[in-house]
Every structure is written in structure tokens, then in C-alpha cells.
């Protein structure tokens, strides 16, 4: 929106042409989301707070979680608001990859509020059924997907790369609306796994975000893609912004979901950033390394998994509690090192997936 204001400036002052560069657009949409959080984030915890907006602890889960209850939930909505006027402001709005990231963004994050919603009704850690929610969820996936699709300009953008190989892709035709559908669907899923500790998941939705902003600056450049030999996608480039704000947004949250929080994101914060990554990777060409990047959300859902099938097939349990970060709880690690050491695992899985830009 800016973008707009300073193109007509320009022409009565060259010194304006400076906001037509990414860099500095990305890092003043992580600026401007990290003050909008700031702004905004005590304001609306204490409104939590008044009207009792506050965290459903489940029964089963370690006994040091019970301090957690009445923490104020639903915090997801500031740092929802903080990604998207930092977006808007910066980005180019012509751009139909930013308009498809905001409104994925969006319709995942009313689906968790209206399942955050439901828990806060019947004051248990109960909200939308399982079914109901994965009905929308697949829903606007596969409405994404097949908007992705169809309003594709080049085969680049619906074939898959493989990462380590320079001239591996593969051309995925129609089954490019299922592989999309997968990754934003499930890793939309992954991260309200993950979310179950103080800061255990926004921290790593930041590392990611900011790594996918790396490869969509490339990808959106023609030297850079050319000699990385990645594809290149002219609209990508201007994703660095939207990642920017996340990141922005992401560590002006953070200040208040640090242990011990003071506010939890909810499944409205949760649903819609894992929805986000999840497109983010799709359109700069990078759904495997987003697996990589993103191992920490893998893990947790595989054991996730991995219990129900056990306990389905043998009546036994494989973990002491799933997700992932709850079987080190319950086996004696303190909520702190459980989260720092996830997050050290993260910032090794972006490094490995940074390699994979040379490496090949």
C-alpha cells in the first residue's frame, strides 16, 4: 500500500526510489510488526485476562502444566493483526502470491478462532471435532491449491524440485493441487501440534519463516536463481515482505509467550502460520526443504502418530504422552530446556536447508 505512496514521490524526489528495494521493505515490515505487537500486546492481554479468555488445561498432561491455567489464549489474534498491516503496508499489493498467502493466512486463522472459541464455551480443552475442523482445513487447502494451479504462468510453478540435485524436477501436472493441499493442510497441522510449550513453536515459525524468505528473495531474482540453480519466480521475490512481517511479528509475540507466558496464541495463531508456511514453501518451489527446515513440526506429528497407531493396534503406548515435547516433560526435563534445546534443533535444520542452495 505504501509502495504506492512512494512511487509517486518518487517522481518528486529521486531519494523515494530506496522503498522499491525488498530489503529494506522486508526489514521495515519486521520493524513495523514487531512495534504493532509491542503496542498492541498488553493491551490485549489484559483484555483476555478481563474477559476471562483463558487457557483449558487438559487433565492427562504433566502435572507442572496446572500452574498454566487462566493464562490468557487466543493471543494469536495481535500477532495475526501485526503480520497483516505490516504486509499490507509493505508489500506490492499488485502481487497475487502476497494476496493468496494473506487470504490462506486468514481463512486458517478463523477456522482456530472459532475452535479456540468452542474450548472457551464449554470450558474444556474440547473445541471444534476433529472431523469438522479437518473438513475446512481440507476445505480451503483445496481451494488454494487448485487456485495455485490454475492461475499458474509456467510449468515452474507446479513442478517439484529436489533439493542436492541440480536437474532433478519433476513435473507434477494435476497432482500438484494434492501435493499443495498436503503440505499446507499438514503443516498447518504440525505447528498446533508443536504449540504446546511457552514459546515452543513461535520461535521456530520465525527461523523458518525467515529462511523461506531467503529462498523467495533468490527464487525471485534472475542472477541469483540462475546460478543457484533454483527456479526462478518473478513474483516470489516479493514474499521476503510477508515473511518479514511474520518474523516481526513473531518476536514481538515471543516477548510475551517466553516461559513462563504471559499469553498463548491458540489455535487461531497456530492454524494459520503453519497454513502460511505451508503456502510459503509451495510457491517458492520448496515443499522438501520445508521439511527439512521445519523437522521439529515433523517429529512432533510423526509421534503423535505413531501413539495413536500403537495404542489402536496394540492397546500400548510408545511415548509417555504425545506430542513429542510432552514425553521429555513427563520423563523429567524442565519446560525450559525442552524448549530451548527444540529451538537449537531448529536453528541446525535452517542451516542444513540453507546448504541445500549450494549444495548440489
Same mark, same amino acid.
Given at each position: 500500500?505504501?509502495?504506492? #505512496?512512494?512511487?509517486?514521490?518518487?517522481?518528486?524526489?529521486?531519494?523515494?526510489?530506496?522503498? *522499491?528495494?525488498?530489503?529494506? =521493505?522486508?526489514?521495515?515490515?519486521?520493524?513495523?510488526?514487531?512495534?504493532?505487537?509491542?503496542?498492541?500486546? &498488553?493491551?490485549?492481554?489484559?483484555?483476555?485476562?478481563?474477559?476471562?479468555?483463558? *487457557?483449558?488445561?487438559?487433565?492427562?498432561? &504433566?502435572?507442572?502444566?496446572?500452574?498454566?491455567?487462566?493464562?490468557? +489464549?487466543?493471543?494469536?489474534?495481535?500477532?495475526?493483526?501485526?503480520?497483516?498491516?505490516?504486509?499490507?503496508?509493505?508489500?506490492?499489493?499488485?502481487? =497475487?502470491?502476497?494476496?493468496?498467502?494473506?487470504?490462506?493466512?486468514? %481463512?486458517?486463522?478463523?477456522?482456530?478462532?472459532?475452535?479456540?472459541?468452542?474450548?472457551?464455551?464449554?470450558?474444556?480443552?474440547?473445541?471444534? +471435532?476433529?472431523?469438522?475442523?479437518?473438513?475446512?482445513?481440507?476445505?480451503?487447502?483445496?481451494?488454494?491449491?487448485?487456485?495455485?494451479?490454475?492461475?499458474?504462468?509456467?510449468?515452474?510453478?507446479?513442478?517439484?524440485?529436489? &533439493?542436492?540435485?541440480?536437474?532433478?524436477?519433476? &513435473?507434477?501436472?494435476?497432482?500438484?493441487?494434492?501435493?499443495?493441499?498436503?503440505?499446507?493442510? $499438514?503443516?498447518?497441522?504440525?505447528?498446533?501440534?508443536?504449540?504446546?510449550?511457552?514459546?515452543?513453536?513461535?520461535?521456530?515459525?520465525?527461523?523458518?519463516?525467515?529462511? %523461506?524468505?531467503?529462498?523467495?528473495?533468490?527464487?525471485?531474482?534472475?542472477?541469483?536463481?540462475?546460478? #543457484?540453480?533454483?527456479?526462478?519466480?518473478?513474483?516470489?521475490?516479493?514474499?521476503?515482505?510477508?515473511?518479514?512481517?511474520?518474523?516481526?511479528?513473531?518476536?514481538?509475540?515471543?516477548?510475551?509467550?517466553?516461559?513462563?507466558? *504471559?499469553?498463548?496464541?491458540?489455535?487461531?495463531?497456530? #492454524?494459520?502460520?503453519?497454513?502460511?508456511? $505451508?503456502?510459503?514453501?509451495?510457491?517458492? =518451489?520448496?515443499?522438501?526443504?520445508?521439511?527439512?527446515?521445519?523437522?521439529?513440526?515433523?517429529?512432533?506429528?510423526?509421534?503423535?502418530?505413531?501413539?495413536?497407531?500403537?495404542?489402536?493396534?496394540?492397546?500400548? =503406548?510408545?511415548?509417555?504422552?504425545?506430542?513429542?515435547?510432552?514425553?521429555?516433560?513427563?520423563?523429567?526435563?524442565?519446560?525450559?530446556?525442552?524448549?530451548?534445546?527444540?529451538?537449537?534443533?531448529?536453528?541446525?535444520?535452517?542451516?542444513?536447508?540453507?546448504?541445500?542452495?549450494?549444495?548440489?
Amino acid at each position: 500500500m505504501l509502495l504506492e #505512496l512512494f512511487e509517486y514521490l518518487e517522481s518528486l524526489h529521486s531519494g523515494f526510489n530506496v522503498f *522499491q528495494y525488498l530489503t529494506l =521493505r522486508s526489514i521495515l515490515a519486521v520493524l513495523t510488526a514487531l512495534i504493532i505487537c509491542f503496542v498492541t500486546g &498488553p493491551v490485549m492481554i489484559r483484555k483476555l485476562s478481563d474477559y476471562k479468555v483463558s *487457557q483449558n488445561v487438559r487433565d492427562d498432561g &504433566p502435572q507442572t502444566h496446572h500452574a498454566k491455567a487462566g493464562t490468557p +489464549t487466543m493471543g494469536g489474534v495481535f500477532l495475526l493483526l501485526a503480520i497483516f498491516l505490516s504486509a499490507i503496508l509493505w508489500s506490492d499489493m499488485a502481487n =497475487r502470491y502476497v494476496w493468496f498467502v494473506l487470504a490462506t493466512t486468514f %481463512l486458517f486463522g478463523l477456522v482456530g478462532a472459532v475452535d479456540d472459541i468452542k474450548k472457551l464455551l464449554s470450558g474444556t480443552s474440547k473445541g471444534l +471435532t476433529a472431523k469438522s475442523k479437518y473438513f475446512w482445513q481440507s476445505l480451503i487447502g483445496i481451494g488454494v491449491a487448485l487456485l495455485l494451479f490454475y492461475t499458474a504462468e509456467s510449468s515452474v510453478e507446479y513442478s517439484l524440485y529436489v &533439493p542436492f540435485f541440480k536437474n532433478v524436477i519433476i &513435473p507434477l501436472g494435476a497432482w500438484f493441487v494434492v501435493l499443495t493441499y498436503i503440505v499446507i493442510v $499438514g503443516t498447518s497441522n504440525a505447528v498446533n501440534l508443536t504449540d504446546g510449550l511457552d514459546g515452543l513453536a513461535i520461535m521456530p515459525v520465525v527461523l523458518v519463516a525467515g529462511t %523461506l524468505g531467503i529462498f523467495a528473495y533468490l527464487s525471485g531474482n534472475l542472477n541469483f536463481s540462475s546460478y #543457484l540453480a533454483i527456479p526462478y519466480l518473478p513474483l516470489a521475490g516479493e514474499l521476503v515482505v510477508f515473511c518479514g512481517a511474520i518474523v516481526g511479528a513473531g518476536l514481538g509475540f515471543l516477548w510475551y509467550n517466553a516461559y513462563p507466558a *504471559q499469553v498463548f496464541m491458540g489455535d487461531v495463531g497456530a #492454524l494459520s502460520l503453519g497454513a502460511a508456511l $505451508g503456502l510459503l514453501a509451495v510457491l517458492v =518451489r520448496q515443499e522438501i526443504v520445508l521439511m527439512i527446515m521445519g523437522g521439529l513440526f515433523v517429529v512432533e506429528t510423526v509421534s503423535v502418530m505413531i501413539q495413536i497407531v500403537s495404542f489402536k493396534l496394540t492397546g500400548k =503406548r510408545v511415548f509417555q504422552m504425545a506430542p513429542l515435547h510432552h514425553h521429555f516433560e513427563m520423563g523429567g526435563s524442565p519446560e525450559p530446556r525442552v524448549i530451548v534445546r527444540c529451538w537449537i534443533i531448529t536453528v541446525v535444520l535452517v542451516l542444513i536447508s540453507l546448504a541445500t542452495l549450494k549444495i548440489r
